[in-house]
């Protein structure tokens, strides 16, 4: 009998372990999807959007709409697009792109996408520091794209939370706001981001945190 109790309670023991790895996986896997970093941009908008400046002030609902949709066209929808395109011709074998191989065209894509909506964003007069943080998350995937041909396989969803810390870090010094709280907000997405990466065998440490500087 005490035989039986003693492997009743291992297996127990073990399934609990079993559930709680599965869970913990579970939870990474929706980490990284819902903090994937093909929102960043429209969220770094969003942000900027809702700043008590008086850059705000000088434009209409109307040019803020126009902002999200092109942001969301150019820098959403259509390289999802194209990936799942590339996926059905088995360029990549997943949307999530775990090889560096499959990241080159990917990176490709989208620095194509942001130099495109840089120039669309300049000719519609967007305003002279909003320009300049979306020229940096640019020059940011431009960068991804350069080190993914040298197979370094960098965390791009390090590089988009970066990016968004560093914006408010900008915002606070040149705009003098005191944007403290936002920034502990998306330090702390950045290291749930950063568990999930790791949760999930995405990265080493070394990409996550030379992704995190890359943004930043």
Sequence with gaps: NRGKISRAAQYSGCSITQRTL???????????HLFHPIFAPLIS???????????????TDGYFIYVYVLLFL????????????LKRKNYIQ?????????RSIPYLVSS?????????LLNIQFPLFYLMVFQWATITVIL???????KQKISAHMAAWGGICGMLIAVAWV????????????VLISGLVGFSRLKLNAHSIKEIAGGFAIGL
Excluded: R
């Design 22 to 32: 599965i869970m913990s996986h579970t939870f990474a896997k929706v980490i990284a």
């Design 45 to 59: 908008i969003y942000l900027l959007f809702q700043l008590p400046t008086y850059i705000n002030f000088k434009y």
């Design 74 to 85: 150019n820098l959403v929808l259509a390289p999802l697009l194209i990936s799942v395109f």
């Design 94 to 102: 997943s949307l999530e792109m775990n090889d560096v191989n499959e």
């Design 112 to 120: 194509i996408f942001y130099i495109f909506t840089y120039f669309l």
């Design 144 to 150: 991804l794209f350069a080190l993914s041909l040298f």
């Design 175 to 186: 705009l003098k706001m005191d944007t403290t709280s936002w920034l502990i907000v998306f």
